[in-house]
């Protein structure tokens, strides 16, 4: 399975940006999709996830109100919709496809977002 993720960017404190992920190379309708973040100096961690049939969903609380994550199984695609961006919210995010059948997570290759003045 590959995943590349794409969007990230500099923006503005209270600004949006929308992350993407496409995947090929698996059955992208039976994986929990996810994102992650890794800032400099801290671990990576959840950001947000979504159920293989879109139906359920967690998001951070540290992002609730201010993310969501949606997917498209047609186009094999999972999204990260970010608003009223942070300057803690910068960091490296990566997209993470989990296949329960095999127990096995997937990983982009990550994308920089920089919230700044």
């Known amino acids: 399975v590959q995943l590349q993720a794409f969007g990230g960017g500099l923006v503005q404190p209270g600004g949006s940006l929308k992350l993407s992920c496409a995947a090929s190379?698996?059955?992208?309708?039976?994986?929990?999709m996810g994102w992650y973040r890794q800032a400099p100096g801290k671990q990576r961690g959840l950001v947000a996830r979504i159920s293989s049939d879109g139906q359920d969903y967690y998001v951070n609380s540290s992002v609730k109100g201010r993310f969501t994550i949606s997917r498209d199984n047609a186009k094999n695609t999972v999204s990260l919709r970010m608003n009223s961006l942070k300057p803690e919210d910068t960091a490296v995010y990566y997209c993470?496809?989990?296949?329960?059948?095999?127990?096995?997570?997937?990983w982009g290759q990550g994308t920089l977002v920089t919230v700044s003045s």
């Open positions: 993470n496809a989990f296949d329960s059948s095999v127990r096995t997570d997937y």
């Open positions: 190379g698996g059955i992208f309708s039976i994986y929990t």
